[in-house]
């Protein structure tokens, strides 16, 4: 198993462009989320999901779309990158629809928007 | 919503030495604990977890603490190594709940 991946590793945007960050698993999990991490405000989450076609907000959605067609795939869209977008970005998954069970976590996406 | 407070940002620790890092949380209906360790360049993983109907939890060289009353926990680690060295990130939630909140993290150097 590859467990979760991520696309791309670095990625750097001018303000205003738009881009989709990768997050696929293949472990059947049902449960996927996006994080992001910024120095001193440890892990906030943005978007959730608990299975295909259901999505939900976390602490830090605005700015950010997602959508689950699928179990696998789960990515993440800015539609008009913004400085106070500059972070790294990780994608999770777990086995279970709640939380109380351990999240697999990606290697990160490093955004830089300018 | 639940808010988690970790302390300190930065630890630095002689090997061999222990190191303990503190969190506090303010929903008292959360009852998941876990612990995340990050490695330079790597996301996050799960060294520990506990839950509230326990008050220590211990594997090998870790162990977590749970004080309820005081809405606090702690991860201790004994006999520190090299590799020990990454941030350390705790949280807190609901088992049920949807939504796991996390600490500012604490960035543990192991000086040999």
């Known amino acids: 198993n590859a467990g979760v991946t991520q696309t791309p590793k670095f990625q750097v945007l001018k303000t205003g462009q738009s881009m989709t960050l990768q997050c696929a698993q293949d472990?059947?999990?049902?449960?996927m989320s996006w994080y992001r991490q910024d120095p001193g405000m440890g892990l906030r989450l943005i978007h959730y999901?608990?299975?295909?076609?259901?999505?939900d907000q976390g602490e830090v959605p605005n700015g950010y779309n997602v959508s689950r067609s699928t179990t696998e795939d789960f990515p993440l869209r800015l539609l008009s990158a913004a400085p106070s977008q500059t972070s790294v970005y990780f994608c999770?998954?777990?086995?279970?629809?709640?939380?109380?069970?351990?999240?697999?976590f990606g290697p990160g996406t490093r955004l830089t928007v300018t | 919503g639940e808010n988690v407070e970790q302390h300190p940002s930065t630890l630095s620790v002689q090997e061999g030495d222990s190191a303990v890092i503190k969190c506090t949380y303010s929903?008292?209906?959360?009852?998941?604990f876990p612990w995340y360790k990050q490695e330079l360049g790597k996301g996050p993983q799960l060294i520990i977890d506990?839950?509230?109907?326990?008050g220590e939890k211990k594997d090998q060289r870790i162990a977590v603490t749970l004080n309820k009353t005081a809405k606090h926990f702690s991860l201790h680690i004994t006999e520190t190594q090299p590799e020990d060295s990454a941030v350390y990130f705790c949280?807190?939630?609901?088992?049920?709940?949807?939504?796991?909140?996390f600490g500012q993290g604490t960035r543990l150097t192991i000086n040999p």
């Open positions: 999770a998954s777990s086995d279970r629809q709640v939380t109380g069970y351990e999240q697999y």
């Open positions: 472990m059947n999990h049902e449960y």
């Open positions: 999901s608990v299975g295909a076609g259901i999505t």
């Open positions: 929903d008292s209906a959360s009852n998941y």
């Open positions: 506990i839950r509230s109907n326990v």
């Open positions: 949280a807190a939630s609901i088992v049920g709940a949807q939504k796991l909140v």
